[in-house]
């Protein structure tokens, strides 16, 4: 055992500095976003720790791919020390190690973060009272915990099997229902909580991620206008709302009164002319600034990377559609949630990926920069839409400028995009998250005018058919797929962001390009906000 516990030792520091680097991205990509005038530590850190933790259960995805697949040889048998007791132990590292990692999601989800969200939210009103504060967030976070059981309940007692037996009593299916709980030691309770938050993470990422993919390589396509040329049209509109207030005022020179239809002109038209100024601050605080001839000078570089971004989304949505028409033409139904047995109709990526796999950390590469290609893309959605709820848009994502409460918002969502993102690559490479580059020995019989000679074995790759003894599952899969019903769910959801990311294609061909401070000047920003510029653009 000690000649592959170097080999897995390597896979391990691996996922160590993948760690390292996601708490680093994580610091810097918080401290980006959040308000320079109202950053609070305590929202700051929650923030960074949610999206670290959903960073590293993602990380995990390769490293279990990598010992399962590391088990076996090439030629499909298995290593001489791979014998049933290590592998039980390495399959139950991976395990504990998602049973960590969720658990600790599930807390920020359901009362870390609401806690921490509904504080701020009762210190703004009430600013003296602490322990009143305490109380009310607790009060309002109970609920979610409320929630957090319920959903723990129902996947620790539901049974996947139901009992055959028509004269069992009462007694023996409640007992059968303790059973199957302690032996999964709470599996199926923590993959029903993990799955519904899945759900609302595909639910997110139809919103956001899928717009985010066509609207970010367009906007770096497209560019943004000139800053020169903004602040002129600014000037003259200043002008003109200058004048227009002059002409209304003039009525009263002689002592009347301005009617009432007058007094709200003038009242628009001084809040205008207030937004107007303060695009002007800006505008002439970006022209001047040296991140602006940067960002001109590297123009031809953002159009690649924005032409690069483009065929990654067309070579996203193209594998996700033949992979959901292959479980609407060969999978076993809505009952069992598409699960599709075998691969009929390949992609790009379920090709790709096996193959990496063989040389790590190739594949693991390449899933780090999927998960990253959806943070930015998801970042780019909710930047563009910012937060709602239904038609209320509750906050602005903006850089230097998010309020803790948007920051612990935005975070929370990319954490349940990052969960979904599991799933994504499932269904993009369902062999590749099943089993790695595994494969079994399949007898052969050579004839010979039609009778036996010689029995040969040939490996072939693993999949469904395969026999439990030769092919080990990965625990990421054994996650995913506990619950058909949630499976049928992310199979209709992958028709949504197909759809979604195509409309958003068309609306951000169609757009036009992008203000050089879209989205950082607002009729409901303080003068104060302004200060916050300097952070960037001096």
Same mark, same amino acid.
Not at 191 to 203: A, C, E, K, P, Q
């Given at each position: 055992?000690?000649?592959?516990?170097?080999?897995?030792?390597?896979?391990?520091?691996?996922?160590?500095?993948?760690?390292?680097?996601?708490?680093?991205?994580?610091?810097?990509?918080?401290?980006?976003?959040?308000?320079?005038?109202?950053?609070?530590?305590?929202?700051?850190?929650?923030?960074?720790?949610?999206?670290?933790?959903?960073?590293?259960?993602?990380?995990?995805?390769?490293?279990?791919?990598?010992?399962?697949?590391?088990?076996?040889?090439?030629?499909?048998?298995?290593?001489?020390?791979?014998?049933?007791?290590?592998?039980?132990?390495?399959?139950?590292?991976?395990?504990?190690?998602?049973?960590?990692?969720?658990?600790?999601?599930?807390?920020?989800?359901?009362?870390?973060?609401?806690?921490?969200?509904?504080?701020?939210?009762?210190?703004?009103?009430?600013?003296?009272?602490?322990?009143?504060?305490?109380?009310?967030?607790?009060?309002?976070?109970?609920?979610?915990?409320?929630?957090?059981?319920?959903?723990?309940?129902?996947?620790?007692?539901?049974?996947?099997?139901?009992?055959?037996?028509?004269?069992?009593?009462?007694?023996?299916?409640?007992?059968?229902?303790?059973?199957?709980?302690?032996?999964?030691?709470?599996?199926?309770?923590?993959?029903?909580?993990?799955?519904?938050?899945?759900?609302?993470?595909?639910?997110?990422?139809?919103?956001?991620?899928?717009?985010?993919?066509?609207?970010? !390589? @367009?906007?770096? #396509?497209?560019? +943004? *206008?000139?800053?020169? %040329?903004?602040?002129?049209?600014?000037?003259?509109? $200043?002008?003109?709302?200058?004048?227009?207030?002059?002409?209304?005022?003039?009525?009263?020179?002689?002592?009347?009164?301005?009617?009432?239809?007058?007094?709200?002109?003038?009242?628009?038209?001084?809040?205008?002319?207030?937004?107007?100024?303060?695009?002007?601050?800006?505008?002439?605080?970006?022209?001047?600034?040296?991140?602006?001839?940067?960002?001109?000078?590297?123009?031809?570089?953002?159009?690649?990377?924005?032409?690069?971004?483009?065929?990654?989304?067309?070579?996203?949505?193209?594998?996700?559609?033949?992979?959901?028409?292959?479980?609407?033409?060969?999978?076993?139904?809505?009952?069992?949630?598409?699960?599709?047995?075998?691969?009929?109709?390949?992609?790009?990526?379920?090709?790709?990926?096996?193959?990496?796999?063989?040389?790590? !950390? @190739?594949?693991? #590469?390449?899933? +780090? *920069?999927?998960?990253? %290609?959806?943070?930015?893309?998801?970042?780019?959605? $909710?930047?563009?839409?910012?937060?709602?709820?239904?038609?209320?848009?509750?906050?602005?994502?903006?850089?230097?400028?998010?309020?803790?409460?948007?920051?612990?918002?935005?975070?929370?969502?990319?954490?349940?995009?990052?969960?979904?993102?599991?799933?994504?690559?499932?269904?993009?490479?369902?062999?590749?998250?099943?089993?790695?580059?595994?494969?079994?020995?399949?007898?052969?019989?050579?004839?010979?005018?039609?009778?036996?000679?010689?029995?040969?074995?040939?490996?072939?790759?693993?999949?469904?058919?395969?026999?439990?003894?030769?092919?080990?599952?990965?625990?990421?899969?054994?996650?995913?797929?506990?619950?058909?019903?949630?499976?049928?769910?992310?199979?209709?959801?992958?028709?949504?962001?197909?759809?979604?990311?195509?409309?958003?294609?068309?609306?951000?061909?169609?757009?036009?390009?992008?203000?050089?401070?879209?989205?950082?000047?607002?009729?409901?920003?303080?003068?104060?906000?302004?200060?916050?510029?300097?952070?960037?653009?001096?």
């Amino acid at each position: 055992m000690a000649a592959p516990a170097s080999e897995l030792l390597t896979g391990w520091c691996l996922f160590g500095l993948a760690l390292l680097a996601i708490l680093i991205f994580c610091w810097v990509y918080v401290r980006k976003y959040q308000s320079r005038r109202e950053s609070e530590v305590i929202s700051t850190i929650t923030a960074i720790f949610a999206l670290a933790v959903a960073l590293i259960s993602s990380a995990l995805l390769p490293v279990d791919i990598f010992l399962v697949s590391y088990m076996k040889n090439q030629n499909g048998t298995f290593k001489a020390w791979a014998d049933a007791n290590v592998s039980r132990q390495i399959e139950d590292t991976v395990l504990y190690g998602y049973y960590t990692l969720y658990s600790i999601i599930l807390f920020c989800v359901f009362l870390w973060i609401p806690f921490v969200y509904f504080y701020y939210e009762e210190k703004e009103e009430d600013d003296g009272n602490t322990c009143l504060q305490v109380k009310t967030a607790l009060k309002y976070t109970l609920g979610f915990i409320t929630i957090c059981a319920v959903l723990l309940l129902i996947g620790a007692f539901v049974p996947l099997d139901i009992p055959n037996k028509k004269n069992s009593t009462e007694w023996e299916k409640v007992k059968l229902l303790f059973e199957e709980f302690g032996s999964s030691h709470g599996l199926t309770a923590l993959s029903f909580s993990i799955s519904s938050l899945t759900v609302i993470g595909m639910l997110a990422a139809i919103t956001y991620t899928a717009y985010g993919m066509s609207a970010l !390589p @367009l906007n770096l #396509i497209k560019g +943004t *206008t000139s800053a020169a %040329y903004e602040r002129l049209e600014n000037t003259e509109d $200043i002008e003109e709302v200058e004048q227009h207030l002059l002409r209304i005022k003039s009525k009263c020179r002689d002592g009347r009164p301005l009617s009432s239809r007058d007094r709200r002109t003038v009242q628009q038209l001084e809040e205008r002319l207030r937004t107007l100024r303060r695009r002007e601050r800006h505008l002439e605080s970006i022209e001047k600034s040296w991140w602006t001839k940067f960002c001109e000078a590297i123009r031809p570089l953002k159009i690649v990377w924005g032409v690069f971004f483009i065929i990654v989304a067309l070579l996203f949505t193209v594998s996700l559609f033949l992979s959901n028409l292959d479980k609407a033409l060969h999978s076993a139904g809505f009952d069992s949630g598409f699960i599709i047995l075998g691969t009929n109709l390949t992609n790009p990526l379920n090709m790709l990926l096996p193959v990496l796999q063989t040389v790590f !950390p @190739l594949d693991y #590469i390449l899933i +780090t *920069t999927i998960v990253m %290609y959806f943070i930015f893309t998801s970042m780019a959605g $909710i930047r563009n839409m910012g937060i709602w709820f239904f038609w209320i848009r509750l906050y602005k994502i903006r850089r230097g400028k998010t309020r803790p409460q948007a920051l612990l918002f935005l975070c929370m969502i990319l954490l349940l995009i990052v969960l979904h993102t599991s799933y994504m690559i499932y269904s993009l490479a369902p062999q590749y998250v099943m089993y790695g580059s595994q494969k079994y020995l399949v007898q052969s019989n050579k004839t010979i005018d039609g009778h036996p000679r010689n029995v040969t074995f040939v490996s072939k790759d693993c999949d469904a058919d395969a026999p439990e003894d030769q092919c080990i599952v990965t625990r990421t899969y054994l996650f995913l797929h506990k619950f058909w019903f949630f499976s049928a769910a992310y199979y209709f959801g992958n028709w949504a962001f197909i759809a979604v990311f195509l409309i958003g294609l068309i609306v951000s061909c169609c757009k036009g390009k992008k203000s050089v401070i879209e989205g950082e000047v607002d009729e409901d920003d303080s003068d104060m906000s302004d200060d916050e510029l300097s952070v960037y653009y001096h």
